[in-house]
T-cell receptor
């Protein structure tokens, strides 16, 4: 199964862009990259996903390298409410079915 | 549309007791799963299911049983609770189709303490 590697923690100044990296060097050609975040002990919240092309929505942008071995989640103007744990996951095919494996994520702290 | 509903939200068990965490979704999703999250840790997959009658083990299945008799429900059973199973449990669901990618919907969590 493709695994992801993320830095355990990052700080970002309020109003600045937060760039969260993720390494997924063993990703397969048909696997999507997903980003979720978890605020306090709530259920994780979907942010964005992509396959090959860069993606943007109202919450964030996702930049995937051409070889797809890494990606970066960009929060363009971080606010204090963006303080959370961010998870990068790949949808892992196994035996014809699919399961989502979460790692330990990156704890982002947005500083006032 | 209630999404993913978990019950109970809080539970205290004594060592050796058994209990069932309930999970229901009303989105007709084929895929359902259970995760546990220990303090300061990420989510670890316990069991998952891609449809009624089909279940499979995740990363940490020991001590837990699941069944999927309907599309809507995916209960998680603790057979003989141990203090190591003190955790927050999240149920999740998703369409199983992968064309275009699909997102996961999470429940609000069930806080379980085993004493």
């Amino acid at each position: 199964d493709a695994k992801t590697t993320q830095p355990p923690s990052m700080d970002c100044a309020e109003g600045r862009a937060a760039n969260l990296p993720c390494n997924h060097s063993t990703i397969s050609g048909n696997e999507y990259v997903y980003w979720y975040r978890q605020i306090h002990s709530q259920g994780p919240q979907y942010i964005i996903h992509g396959l090959k092309n860069n993606e943007t929505n109202e919450m964030a942008s996702l930049i995937i390298t051409e070889d797809r071995k890494s990606s970066t989640l960009i929060l363009p103007h971080a606010t204090l409410r963006d303080t959370a744990v961010y998870y990068c996951i790949v949808r892992a095919p196994t035996s014809g079915t699919y399961k989502y494996i979460f790692g330990t994520g990156t704890r982002l702290k947005v500083l006032a | 549309n209630a999404g993913v509903t978990q019950t109970p939200k809080f539970q205290v068990l004594k060592t050796g007791q058994s209990m069932t965490l309930q999970c229901a979704q009303d989105m007709n999703h084929e895929y359902m799963s259970w995760y546990r999250q220990d303090p300061g840790m990420g989510l670890r997959l316990i069991h998952y299911s891609v449809g009624a009658g089909i279940t499979d083990q995740g990363e940490v299945p020991n001590g837990y049983n699941v069944s999927r008799s309907t599309t809507e429900d995916f209960p998680l059973r603790l057979l003989s609770a141990a203090p190591s199973q003190t955790s927050v449990y999240f149920c999740a669901s998703s369409p199983a189709r992968i064309i275009g990618g699909n997102t996961i919907y999470f429940g609000e969590g069930s806080w379980l303490t085993v004493v």
